[in-house]
């Protein structure tokens, strides 16, 4: 087995008493297409959970927009580099990524400054599939992946009216929100952020 990658390299920015409370937000939109056979897009996943759907996200990794916009919201709370710049698309480790890792990885890098992760509340802009009866899976799974209680975690799902490329069915994008409170500095001293799990990818298909 080839050696687990580890992301660019950005230590939290710690100081000895952090402010009590950081703020960040998240954004991510991604283009949706036909899957396979009759286009390039991958299965559509949202909050970790595979919709079943005939188009799917043009997308480095697994194009996980709910997933994304949580992990840049955490890594904004931090004054940290965004999801772009520590796991590039031109970077052929993160192809087919489960983008779990990489929210596992904001946690960890929270962790390591010395916060703790309050509450995370976030929206879907999504035409169809109706996003509805699958909140509580999409909850569950990015609580997992924090290492939180799912009642710290909000999914809402919106459509947009048939309005521009969201509307129409060409594009899903998320809004994502989060409260980081500070623990202690013996806390970020001790802890260490995860690696994110490597190739832990999914492709349209079985």
């Known amino acids: 087995m080839p050696a687990r990658p580890a992301p660019r390299r950005h230590a939290a920015r710690k100081t000895p008493a952090g402010p009590p409370f950081r703020v960040g937000h ?9 899957v396979p056979p009759a286009g ?25 927009a709910l997933m994304h916009a949580v992990t840049d919201a955490i890594l ?3 004054g940290l580099p965004d999801i772009g710049e ?52 999409m909850r569950a799974n990015i609580a997992k992946a924090l290492g939180i ?23 899903v994008e998320a809004h994502a929100v989060a409260l980081l409170r500070f623990v202690s500095a013996r806390r970020a001293s001790a802890a260490a952020a995860p690696r994110p799990r490597a190739k832990g990818r999914r492709r349209p298909g079985p």
């Open 26 to 34: 998240g954004y991510d939109l991604h283009r949706l297409e036909p």
């Open 149 to 171: 209680d799912p009642s710290r975690v909000n999914v809402k799902g919106k459509t947009h009216e048939r309005v521009d490329a969201v509307g129409e069915g060409r594009a």
């Open 76 to 78: 904004g709370a931090l």
């Open 86 to 137: 520590l796991f590039p698309d031109t970077d052929p480790r993160w192809s087919g990524q489960a983008s779990h890792a990489f929210l596992e990885h904001a946690a960890g890098l929270a962790r390591q400054a010395g916060y703790a992760i309050t509450n995370i509340d976030a929206t879907v802009i999504l035409e169809r599939p109706k996003v509805a009866p699958h909140k509580a899976a």
């Open 40 to 64: 390039d897009g991958r299965a559509l996943a949202v909050g970790g959970v595979h919709l079943e759907h005939d188009r799917g996200p043009i997308a480095h990794s697994d194009g996980d």
